[in-house]
C-alpha cells in the first residue's frame, strides 16, 4: 500500500469517527457534564488510532499525530461546537 492511500486512510476513519464523537459529544453534554465528553473524546482518539495502525500497517507516531490526531481533534471540536450553538437557537 502507498503512502497516499495510507494517509487518506487514516485521515477518513479519524474524520468520520470525530463528526460521530461531535454528535455524541451533545448528547453527553446534555446529560451530564461536559469534561466527562472531553474524556470520552480522548478514550476513543486513543482507539481509533489503533483501528488506523491496523488498517495502514505499523507507522511512527509523528505519522499519526500528522495524519490522526490533528484531522480528529478539528473536526471533533467543531462538529461540537456548531451542532452545540445550533440546539441552542
Excluded at 40 to 56: K, N, S
Amino acid at each position: 500500500m502507498d503512502e497516499l492511500k495510507q494517509t487518506r486512510i487514516s485521515m477518513s476513519v479519524h474524520f468520520v469517527v470525530a463528526i460521530l464523537m461531535g454528535w455524541l459529544s451533545i448528547e453527553i453534554t446534555a446529560m451530564s457534564r461536559s469534561l466527562f465528553a472531553i474524556l470520552l473524546g480522548f478514550v476513543v482518539l486513543y482507539f481509533t488510532g489503533f483501528i488506523a495502525q491496523r488498517l495502514t500497517g505499523q507507522k511512527g507516531i509523528k505519522w499519526w499525530l500528522a495524519n490522526g490526531l490533528v484531522v480528529y481533534l478539528f473536526v471533533w471540536l467543531i462538529t461540537w461546537i456548531v451542532l452545540y450553538n445550533t440546539a441552542l437557537a
